[in-house]
């Protein structure tokens, strides 16, 4: 193939990335932009998708003026993104018809109330998920029952839905023809691994799933998008006029796509059946490879596709996800102002010699895998007048690290496999503080890459492989390189004490939305 390099978009739940990889992986530059967090109503939680979009050209547009590479270079476009938030827009303008729904909005809770009661059992063997709020499929329900005038015109095909991966890839591809689905004035498609998180995709039949779009609020079917291969020889599409405008006159095939997490664990080269990765993001995301075939969890993980290169086939992983965990030292910031930037947390909880007996369970919006509670809330719990800042900071940082060995312990335990190690990556496994606790509380050796921008490079790799620009994944494998190993130093004896401590301090923090109903305008 030619061209030296390929471009990464990797859309988050903060902000937008851009990031330009040549052949080694080596990163280029990228270039980020955060976009506006909007909270209509206590746990809602939605951005605007027309923002989004502007920054994803301005990042397209800022790493090419900062690299100065010649976009004829560019030999393909990949894209990973925070997965199930939901847009749904008018295909003929591009006008979205509502605020993007965030996956971490927690609005659809007596919809997701009344899954569980009835239709548990076939969603989770048709999605491999647990129903939650978190997923796409009563999010496009809430919109169709709420947006005035919206389901007719879902019915007569004049909107479509997407994750932020379809949206950006329509607009990449606008005005293109040379697309996957011509009529719809893009490529109006999704990866098996974003449709697997919309809770309405057959994750065996790689395929929408009538039954499921019947159940969750009789959602048409064609409203939604192409599901294709993460790594699509046959391409998405190339760039329209708009996009290509930004690349001096030039048109590059969009043939790449994974959620966020399938993409990191890509990035990590986690290719071997039973590679973990632990993304530390706003969220905390663990995925375990699990080869061909689905692993049904019994721990209240999730079974998810981890990413496909052909059609009509995938690739499997168990993930646990961890709702709140970066955001958790955002709050320190912005909510308690106890410190004034993010970077000043691994100083200030390194000072305190412990915590002090203090927890901090971050279950803002509800607690993820493996507890599954959509009513539990965040707690301090521990505090003494010797209280301080420091130990509120140590007990924020370590929340991360306790949270990430419950989903471990139950990966273990639904596969048999020992864990060998921890590839770990984004922003807070730059903090050497947390990273030495994971290792120390887990009692598992955590490696970090040379390559911070795993779920960047994951996208790259993805789109460099459709279009030959990489020939295998023996030959991504080589890229992958060493940082740092963090081993375990604590004593078994003082890990067993401490997370047995983090284990009753959850206990008193599940279901407590139900306890004050009326403080989250529960029913």
């Known amino acids: 193939m030619e061209g030296s390099y390929v471009l990464a978009i990797d859309q988050g739940t903060t902000g937008t990335r851009a990031a330009l990889f040549s052949r080694d992986g080596s990163l280029i530059g990228y270039a980020y932009n955060e976009h506006a967090q909007i909270y209509p109503k206590p746990a809602w939680v939605e951005h605007n998708p027309l923002e989004i979009w502007e920054k994803v050209k301005l990042a397209i547009k800022e790493v090419i003026e900062y690299t100065k590479v010649n976009p004829r270079e560019i030999a393909a476009i990949g894209v990973t993104n925070q997965r199930e938030t939901t847009v749904i827009w008018d295909p003929r303008n591009g006008q979205p ?24 059992n076939v969603i989770q063997e048709k999605t491999g998920l ?63 691994s974003n449709a697997s998180r919309t809770m309405i995709f057959n994750i065996h039949r790689l395929n929408w799933d009538n039954e499921l779009l019947e159940i969750e609020g009789k959602i048409p079917e064609d409203i939604l998008p192409l599901p294709r291969p993460s790594s699509d020889s046959n391409l998405y599409g190339y760039t329209g006029p708009e996009v290509s405008q930004l690349l001096g006159g030039v ?32 969220g905390n995301f663990i995925l375990m490879n699990t080869g061909d075939k689905p692993v049904k969890s019994r721990m209240n993980l999730l079974t998810t596709i981890y990413y496909s290169i052909k059609e009509g086939e995938a690739k499997y992983a168990l993930e646990g996800s961890i709702f709140i965990t970066g955001a958790a030292v955002q709050w320190l910031r912005d909510g308690l102002k106890i410190i004034e930037v993010s970077d000043e947390v691994e100083p200030l ?95 598992i050796e955590v490696w970090r890459p040379t390559v911070f921008e795993t779920t960047s490079l994951g996208a790259g790799y993805l789109a460099g492989l459709a279009v030959g620009f990489w020939r295998s994944l023996n030959e991504i494998k080589q890229n992958w390189k060493l940082d740092r190993v963090f081993k375990p130093r604590m004593d078994p004896e003082a890990r067993e004490r401490l997370y047995r401590g983090w284990k009753a301090a959850v206990q008193r923090a599940l279901g407590w939305a139900k306890e004050v109903p009326w403080a989250y305008e529960l029913r």
């Not at 927690?106 to 009835?118: E, F, G, K, P, W």
């Not at 919206?150 to 991966?165: H, M, Q, S, Y």
């Not at 095939?253 to 059946?273: E, S």
């Not at 990966?411 to 290792?439: E, H, S, Y």
């Open 97 to 120: 018809v509502y605020n993007a729904i965030v996956w971490q909005d927690r609005r659809t809770s007596q919809a997701v109330d009344y899954l569980r009661q009835n239709y548990l």
């Open 130 to 192: 647990v129903p939650d709020a978190y997923f796409s499929g009563t999010k496009i329900w809430w919109l169709l029952d709420n947006v005035p005038g919206l389901r007719d015109k879902a019915r007569r095909g004049e909107v479509v839905f997407g994750t932020i991966d379809t949206w950006v890839i329509w607009n990449l591809t606008r005005g293109n023809r040379d697309v996957a689905t011509p009529g719809r004035g893009g490529a109006h498609v999704t990866d098996y």
């Open 251 to 282: 048109s590059i095939p969009v043939c790449g796509d994974a959620g966020d997490q399938q993409a990191a664990l890509f990035g990590q080269v986690g290719f071997d059946t039973g590679e973990v990765k632990s993304t530390y993001g706003t």
């Open 349 to 443: 909880a390194a000072s305190a010699l412990d915590t002090g007996g203090l927890y901090l369970v971050p279950a803002f919006v509800g607690l993820g895998a493996p507890y599954w509670d959509q009513y539990a809330r965040g707690l301090i719990i521990g505090i003494t007048r010797g209280t301080e800042r420091k130990h509120i900071a140590r007990a924020a940082l370590e929340s991360i690290a306790y949270l990430t060995r419950d989903v471990l312990e139950a990966m273990m335990n639904d596969t048999g496999i020992k864990i060998p190690r921890i590839k770990v990556d984004g922003g807070a496994a730059k903090d050497n503080f947390l990273m030495q606790f994971q290792a120390d509380i887990t009692g």
